[in-house]
Structure formats: structure tokens, C-alpha cells
């Protein structure tokens, strides 16, 4: 099977009217991470942007199950909340 990064063009909610998108960039597969960049949105307003690095140590062999693209959008998650604390 194929494998394509995900893409998460539908916004994710963060917390009420705060919430994320994010597209692929580039994947360093020596350190074993990827790389995405997320759009922080307060209701309609974009408010800010993120280069989100991402370890993929968790992913195994097969990165076409639906747990990888979830555990990415997990993390991916993580990294946009930890924005909106600064």
C-alpha cells in the first residue's frame, strides 16, 4: 500500500473557539521526525503559526493504519496547544 503523509485541512478544536490545521512539510529520516505546519485559529481568525516537529518513533513499520494518523494528529495537537500557552 501507498503511503501518503496526512493532512489535517479540517480544523481540529483545541479548546471552545480555538482550533488548529495543519499540512505536511518534510520528514528527516535520520532523526526519525517530521515536520508540519499548523495554523492557530481563534473561531474564523487565524492568530498564529507553528512549525510543529514530530517524532514518529512510535509508528513501527506500517504507517498506513488509521492509530498513525491518529497518534500524529495527537501530537500535532499537543504542539498547537503548547502555542497558545505562550
Excluded: H
Excluded at 62 to 84: G, K, M, N, Y
Amino acid at each position: 500500500m501507498e503511503f501518503s503523509w496526512p493532512e489535517f485541512a479540517r480544523n481540529e478544536t483545541i479548546n471552545g473557539e480555538r482550533s488548529w490545521t495543519a499540512a505536511f512539510d518534510s520528514y528527516d529520516q535520520y532523526r526519525e521526525l517530521c515536520y508540519y505546519l499548523v495554523k492557530i485559529f481563534d473561531g474564523d481568525r487565524p492568530v498564529g503559526e507553528v512549525r510543529a516537529e514530530v517524532g514518529t518513533e512510535f509508528a513501527g513499520d506500517d504507517w498506513t493504519t488509521p492509530a498513525f494518523e491518529s497518534e500524529l494528529r495527537e501530537r500535532i495537537a499537543q504542539v498547537a496547544a503548547a502555542r497558545l500557552e505562550l
